[in-house]
């Protein structure tokens, strides 16, 4: 069964580092690009940025690329999104997905963390 | 960016009855269309992928249409099991983009 279980959330102050983690199991992990999607409060989706099934590539939103990064260890299944300077916008569950097709269809969730930004 | 533009925000239907979401997409996106639902309080699911394409173990009364720049899901006959939030994400050209997402409710 595929499995993708995100940790690492919370509640975090406004200007702080919060990194995500997604262990995955039940699949190939190395085979597969993989993807973070938040979702907010008011359940809108925003789809953050990609990663190539070997590390070698990353792809993100433009509004988020200097503060979020995207790795994967393969040897550990495990797919990380570091943010930085975290603002109060950034309030939303974060989910993990499996991409197939490129990362292009996203046929696997996690079951999302929730990220709080206040002071 | 492409945009998206999702319709009925709502959408409250009887049972058995049929049910149309749409997407309109602001510029060409081809065939890289999917959708989505969430049932409440749980992850999105895949449904369709590549604008008519039943993803695994979805019910034979889903189905993905395309006409132009319009993509449709429709719902034969609709479930209690199918009330949640369904979205559609364009995958033509980075950055993805979603629809808002159409909420679905039994009447």
């Known amino acids: 069964e595929v499995q993708l279980v995100e940790s690492g959330g919370g509640l975090v102050q406004p200007g702080a580092s919060l990194k995500l983690s997604c262990v995955a199991s039940g699949f190939t992990f190395s085979d597969y690009w993989m993807s973070w999607v938040r979702q907010t409060p008011g359940k809108t989706m925003e789809w953050i940025g990609d990663?190539?099934?070997?590390?070698?590539?990353?792809n993100y939103a433009p509004s988020l690329k200097n503060r979020f990064t995207i790795s994967r260890d393969n040897a550990k299944s495990t797919l990380y999104l570091q943010m930085s300077n975290v603002r109060s916008e950034d309030t939303a569950t974060y989910y993990c997905t499996r991409g197939q097709i490129r990362g292009r269809v996203m046929d696997a969730w996690g079951q999302g963390a929730s990220v709080t930004v206040s002071s | 960016d492409i945009q998206m533009t999702q319709s009925p925000a709502s959408l409250s239907a009887s049972l058995e009855e049929i049910v149309t979401i749409t997407c309109q997409a602001s510029?060409?996106?081809?065939?890289?269309l999917s959708w989505y639902q969430q049932k409440p309080g749980k992850s999105p699911q895949l449904l369709i992928y590549g604008a008519t394409s039943l993803a695994d173990g979805v019910p034979s009364r889903f189905s993905g249409s395309r006409s132009g720049t319009q993509y449709s899901l429709k719902i034969s006959r609709l479930q209690v099991e199918d009330i949640g939030i369904y979205y559609c994400?364009?995958?033509?050209?980075?950055?993805?983009?979603f629809g808002s997402g159409t909420k679905l409710e039994i009447k």
């Open positions: 990663i190539k099934y070997d590390g070698s590539y990353t």
């Open positions: 510029q060409d996106i081809g065939n890289w």
């Open positions: 994400l364009q995958a033509y050209s980075a950055p993805l983009t």
